[in-house]
């Protein structure tokens, strides 16, 4: 495999020091072996000339559907449940092999341009091998499941499962991909939401994600009709139902998360439950906003995804950490979170989400190669500046600037351009 220097890039660690030097950083097979102001590396098969840019973690995106980046456009004033059942359920169902193919190549090309190395993706019901497909082709780091719904009689036929073959074609999927790319891509289990699975379904998810120790992605809370059907239905709200059948554990991973009572955030806390807030999409979906602060403050770890593409219209980390911190500060005052505490939820904040924390989210020796440069165009002008680096990336960068971007030690954009998933796409 390659070896990569990185020479002379502003280097934001994004470790426990939240250490920031201009240096060399050195990558040897998959993972980063020396850092430091000058790195004596001998030869080396690619030197990255990186004046005048800044080395970051990849961005780690804990809640993404890539089967749903084609369905962009749809649905600008429908409600989480009204825009399930008329506009994404009905376009799910209608998927092939091929489309969820392009689906997720495109999901994937935009939000590498975008700075995100890592994902935790849930996909439909079905061809979620298409999906695995295009994440193994493209080099990105992934964790995906086919969604898993066996209950609820508005959904179109082709999403409706029998509980048993929705967990049999789980394990089919999971023993076919958990730990195939070199260990790039791992599987999840993707119940739905409570809302679209039978008590049974999520008992067996409970067992076999235990035996398979994998993580568990669903959302909860979302949205107060949705909490409401929960209660209606099982008689609790929906993380003391998750609870009450054993799947608060800390592998257990949480979209959006908006309207928790304090029994749910103490559950939460207690059972080591992660959650993913997904700013944008709580926007457009009018959903709420997230008691980010809050929970972080809590010591629940909390990450950032874009949702699918429908729910804000792009899959980028840059646009999700300004929502971040814009909701807050709009509810709370200037104060709330800085930019420092937003950069951290998209890098490490995600890795520890995902349980990957030991291997990505900070550059450091010891870590896999997950890295992004950004070339920031006033930072030519007047390379002396001494802005605040974090509050740099959070609210002045956009996916434009991002350069180059390594996942695994591999170059899978360089100059702008996303080499392994551009030429793959072919849209009639
Ligand atoms: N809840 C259940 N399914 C979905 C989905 O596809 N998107 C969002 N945002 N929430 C959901
Ligand atoms: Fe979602």
């Not at 592998?251 to 806390?269: G, T, V």
Request: net charge negative; charged share 25%.
């Amino acid at each position: 495999m390659e070896t990569i220097l990185i020479h002379n890039a502003v280097v934001m660690t994004m470790n426990e020091q939240d250490h920031i030097f201009t240096g060399d950083v050195l990558i040897e097979n998959n993972q980063i072996k020396q850092m430091g102001e000058r790195v004596d590396a001998g030869a080396v098969d690619r030197i990255i000339d990186a004046a005048g840019k800044v080395l970051l973690p990849g961005f780690v995106q804990t809640h993404i559907h890539l089967c749903q980046t084609l369905f962009r456009g749809r649905a600008d004033d429908l409600s989480l449940i009204e825009w399930l059942k008329e506009k994404i359920w009905p376009l799910e169902a209608a998927h092939s092999e091929d489309s969820v193919y392009y689906s997720a190549m495109l999901g994937i090309g935009e939000l590498i341009r975008s700075g995100t190395t890592t994902i935790l993706d849930m996909e439909t019901v079905q061809y979620t091998e298409s999906a695995f497909q295009a994440i193994k082709e493209s080099g990105i780091r992934a964790l995906s499941g086919k969604v898993m719904m066996d209950h609820g009689s508005e959904v179109p036929l082709a999403l409706q499962e029998n509980t048993e073959k929705s967990l049999q074609d789980s394990v089919d999927l999971l023993e076919k991909w958990h730990g195939a790319g070199n260990g790039r891509i791992q599987y999840a289990f993707c119940p739905r939401f409570v809302v679209s699975c039978t008590e049974e379904l999520l008992i067996g998810v409970r067992d076999l994600s235990a035996e398979y120790g994998v993580m568990v992605h669903t959302h909860a809370s979302e949205n107060l009709g949705e909490i409401a059907m929960v209660e209606a239905e099982r008689g609790m709200r929906n993380v003391v139902y998750l609870d009450h059948i054993g799947l608060a554990k800390p592998n257990l991973i949480l979209a959006h998360s908006i309207w928790l009572d304090d029994e749910e955030k103490r559950i939460i806390r207690e059972r080591g439950v992660k959650i993913t807030h997904c700013p944008g999409s709580n926007l457009k979906l009018a959903s709420g906003i997230a008691e980010v602060p809050l929970l972080l403050e809590q010591g629940i770890d909390v990450g950032i995804g874009a949702d699918g593409a429908p729910c804000n219209n792009n899959l980028d980390m840059f646009q999700e950490m300004r929502l971040t911190a814009y909701m807050q500060k709009v509810k709370h005052g200037p104060t709330i979170m800085n930019a420092r505490t937003v950069l951290r939820m998209a890098t490490m904040g995600g890795a520890r989400v995902l349980g990957l924390e030991q291997q990505i989210g900070s550059v450091e020796i010891g870590k896999l190669a997950d890295l992004q440069l950004l070339d920031l165009e006033d930072f030519h002008v007047y390379p002396s500046f001494d802005a605040d680096w974090y509050s740099r990336v959070v609210y002045a960068a956009t996916r434009g600037d991002v350069d180059t971007v390594i996942i695994d030690g591999q170059i899978v954009m360089e100059s702008k351009i996303v080499k392994t998933v551009d030429k793959k796409i072919v849209l009639k």
